[in-house]
């Protein structure tokens, strides 16, 4: 395997690592901050019981865990690829995002909405269809 496809196929690894596991990590954290008590939170004790709960959740912390990992994925791609390749071809994850929300937290997706992350998914391929890589590298 030549050097530049070696390059593209970790590219496209870590984006596929990016685009499911920001989205879980998202939807992990929600479920698991959706279950703690907010109400009441008016002195420094109650925030402090607040982030106690937080801490305590298994979920909150599989979602920590799964965004560390997007952002570790997210800042070694970027150290080869280019932001303008990455950022829009991380966009894919809006699709992983409304499908977890809709199954996984049971969200309303509006036709509407499935309709703006279709256009979105169509940008993607458009730019999945350019060199990840545009700078020549010193």
Known sequence: MKSSEGLHLKTFVLLLVMVTFGPLGDAFLGKGMRRL?????KSPADLFH????????ETVWIGIILLATFFA???LVL???????????SSLSYAIV????????????????WIGILIICAGVLVVGTTPPSTTERV
């Open 98 to 113: 409304a499908l977890l929300g809709h199954y996984f937290l049971s969200e309303f997706v509006s036709p509407t909405r």
């Open 73 to 75: 994925a997210y800042t």
């Open 79 to 89: 150290s080869w690829a280019d932001f303008s390749f990455v950022q829009p071809a």
């Open 50 to 57: 607040f982030f106690l709960q937080a801490f305590s959740s």
């Open 37 to 41: 008590e907010t109400a009441g939170l």
